[in-house]
């Protein structure tokens, strides 16, 4: 399994950003739950919203409930992370991850990660 994530980029205070994540190689996408989880040099790996293999059931950190939307295409093995209303302690390298479980919107486990896109906010 591999994951692509794009749409990462610099922005201001405010603005909104939506980064995409394809998953090839695997099995039947409805399959697995994704998620996107983010990281700050110097600091670990944080949760920040994941979805279900039907995408009826999401989960999101609650730094960015509200702000962030998480959806799925499964039609064209792409998972979304539509970003509203960015404040630059959203500034971050966005992981996606795939777990080949799809039931719930997992808030970890997971076993398949990308190799991240960068977000910048400035103020």
């Known amino acids: 399994v591999q994951l692509a994530e794009s749409g990462g980029g610099l922005v201001q205070a405010g603005e909104s950003l939506k980064v995409s994540c394809v998953l090839s190689?695997?099995?039947?996408?409805?399959?697995?739950?994704m998620a996107w989880f983010r990281q700050v040099p110097g600091q670990s790996r944080e949760f920040v919203a994941s979805?279900?293999?039907?995408?009826?059931?999401?989960a999101y950190a609650n730094s960015v409930e509200g702000r962030f939307t998480i959806s799925r295409d499964n039609g064209k093995n792409t998972g979304y992370l539509q970003m509203d209303d960015l404040k630059p302690e959203d500034t971050a390298v966005y992981y996606c991850?795939?777990?080949?479980?799809?039931?719930?919107?997992?808030?970890?486990?997971?076993?398949?990660w990308g190799q991240g896109t960068q977000v910048t906010v400035s103020s």
């Open positions: 979805i279900s293999g039907s995408g009826r059931d999401t």
């Open positions: 190689g695997g099995t039947t996408f409805n399959g697995y739950a």
């Open positions: 991850a795939a777990l080949y479980r799809g039931l719930y919107a997992y808030r970890d486990g997971y076993t398949y």
